[in-house]
């Protein structure tokens, strides 16, 4: 097809690319191309500061996204190679049949119970395609194996986790008291292998993926218990961070973590809040409870990591005790 173009070197190709998709200037319908040295960009019009001249492209062929088949947007979130359609989703087996279609989902399962219980898990069936339950995820460089339907997973938290790894330092203590299938612990532990990473969990299937998952990253510095974290960290005093993701209830453990962090150090307390009162009576009753080991606290980030449900959010704050 017929369009205005203009010839930019390869050299400064992706910044010249960059510049003219903030301005909305190229036509992303087409493609382009590359001739000898030089990119041919298609414009949408002329641009100042270039020669623009005329030209025949190709045009992207687009995949059509589950939405686009469907006429309507479907509720789900991909985990490795499983989708996973929400249980109040309609039509759902004909989502799953469309899903399937996508590139790298062989299974489709369908969420029956909301994440629940002690072990943070729910109730799946399978809808179409392999009959597992079982898929391998990636995320931040590192890989884990988990079985949706026996342990919890979601990959909301990726950039969550990347920004806790990164308040890390070599040589620190870190307790993970609900780590799952390792996503904090592992990340922690391969970024900083002179680190000492405590990842504990009381799910015994999600022990078992921690500790497959920590070969599968040839990661050396994870320190597994399994337990509950209330009775397995009786012999930590000076832990340099201490991850609490387990927001329903982590305030209940906030007795156990001031035990374990030494002075200055810092406590990432995950909850679940109404935005109307994101921070200030969680804060308070941190507060409270810190005042009866008599420590002092100091909340050095507060943030909301995503939104959970009407008006409430999962947020974190991050908290240095005095
Ligand atoms: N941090 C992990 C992640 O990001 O995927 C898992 C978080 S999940 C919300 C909470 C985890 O805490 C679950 O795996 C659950 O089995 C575990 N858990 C619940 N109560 C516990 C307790 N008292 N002691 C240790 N682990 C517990």
Same mark, same amino acid.
């Given at each position: ?5 203009? &010839? ?13 998709? *903030? $301005? ?14 030089? @990119?041919? /960009?298609?414009?949408? &019009?002329? $641009? *100042?500061? %270039? ?7 190709? +045009? ?11 006429? #309507?947007?479907?509720?789900? *979130?991909?985990?490795?190679? $499983? ?7 309609? !039509? ?10 996508? +590139? &790298? ?8 119970? =909301? ?9 799946? =069936?399978?809808?179409?395609?392999? !009959?597992?339950?079982?898929?391998? %995820? ?21 950039? *969550? ?16 008291? #609900? ?20 990842? /504990? ?11 497959? +998952?920590? @070969?599968?990253? &040839? ?16 012999? $930590? ?8 993701? @387990? ?12 035990? /374990? ?19 200030? =009576?969680?804060? !308070? ?6 005042? !009866? ?30």
């Amino acid at each position: 097809m017929e369009s205005l173009y203009i &010839r930019v070197s390869k050299n400064i190709g992706e910044q010249t690319r960059r510049a003219l998709t *903030e $301005i909305e200037a190229i036509d992303n319908d087409l493609k382009i191309k590359r001739e000898y040295d030089d @990119l041919l /960009i298609p414009v949408l &019009r002329h $641009i *100042e500061g %270039y020669e623009t001249c005329i030209g025949d492209f190709e +045009n992207v062929i687009k995949d059509l996204s589950p939405a686009d088949i469907l006429g #309507f947007s479907p509720a789900y *979130e991909q985990i490795g190679d $499983i989708a996973i359609i929400d249980r109040h989703q309609p !039509k759902a087996q004909e989502v799953a049949q469309v899903l399937l279609k996508q +590139n &790298r989902i062989k299974t489709v399962l369908q969420a029956e119970t =909301s994440v629940s219980g002690e072990y943070r898990t729910r109730s799946v =069936s399978i809808l179409a395609g392999e !009959k597992r339950t079982e898929t391998m %995820y990636r995320e931040n460089e590192c890989r884990y194996l988990l079985d949706l339907s026996k342990v919890y997973f979601t990959p909301r938290l990726s950039t *969550e986790r990347a920004r806790i790894a990164d308040k890390i330092h070599d040589g620190e203590i870190v307790v993970d008291m #609900f780590a799952g299938v390792g996503p904090f612990s592992i990340l922690i532990a391969k970024k900083f292998p002179s680190a000492h990473v405590i990842a /504990i969990d009381k799910n015994p299937d999600a022990v078992r993926y921690l500790k497959e +998952n920590v @070969l599968l990253n &040839r990661v050396k510095n994870v320190e597994i218990r399994e337990g509950d974290s209330r009775d397995v960290l009786k012999d $930590i005093k000076e832990a340099d961070h201490v991850i609490m993701n @387990l927001p329903h209830s982590a305030i209940e453990f906030l007795d156990v973590a001031f035990g /374990i962090v030494k002075k200055k150090g810092i406590i990432h307390f995950y909850a679940i809040a109404h935005e109307n009162d994101l921070f200030d =009576s969680i804060l !308070k009753k941190i507060g409270d409870i810190a005042g !009866k080991y008599g420590l002092q606290i100091l909340p050095i980030d507060k943030r909301i990591v995503r939104p959970y449900a009407p008006y409430q959010f999962n947020i974190c704050i991050d908290i240095q005790v005095l």
